[in-house]
Nanobody, 127 residues
Framework: QVHLVESGGGLVQAGDSLRLSCAAS????????MAWFRQAPGKAREFVAG????????DYADFVKGRFTISRDKAKNMVALQMNSLKPEDTAVYYC????????????????????WGQGTQVTVSS
């Protein structure tokens, strides 16, 4: 059974940094697109950052460009999200997602393109 487990969330002040990690088990995602999404109360789940199966491509939502960095460790079957210069509007539950299909180049930005999801980790940024 496949599991994605996020960690690293917490309560921080505006301007601080956090590093989220997502550990996958049950199968290898070394050649699968993976991504981070977030969902704030009363809002739809939105794309934050993604990495292609080959790890050669990354993509970011405009509101995190220059502040967040996605990375993956294929050997450890993990993906991470380094979040710097956090803002109160970054407050949300952050979810890790993985595509079940092996691909090379695409970075998918729609939740519908991902088959596996973690349970989420809360990030709260105070002003």
């Amino acid at each position: 059974q496949v599991h994605l487990v996020e960690s690293g969330g917490g309560l921080v002040q505006a301007g601080d940094s956090l590093r989220l990690s997502c550990a996958a088990s049950g199968r290898t995602f070394s050649s699968n697109a993976m991504a981070w999404f977030r969902q704030a109360p009363g809002k739809a789940r939105e794309f934050v950052a993604g990495v292609s199966g080959s790890a050669s491509r990354t993509d970011y939502a405009d509101f995190v460009k220059g502040r967040f960095t996605i990375s993956r460790d294929k050997a450890k079957n993990m993906v991470a999200l380094q979040m710097n210069s956090l803002k109160p509007e970054d407050t949300a539950v952050y979810y890790c997602a993985a595509d079940r299909v092996t691909t090379i180049e695409p970075v998918y930005m729609s939740p519908a393109d991902y088959d596996y999801w973690g349970q989420g980790t809360q990030v709260t940024v105070s002003s």
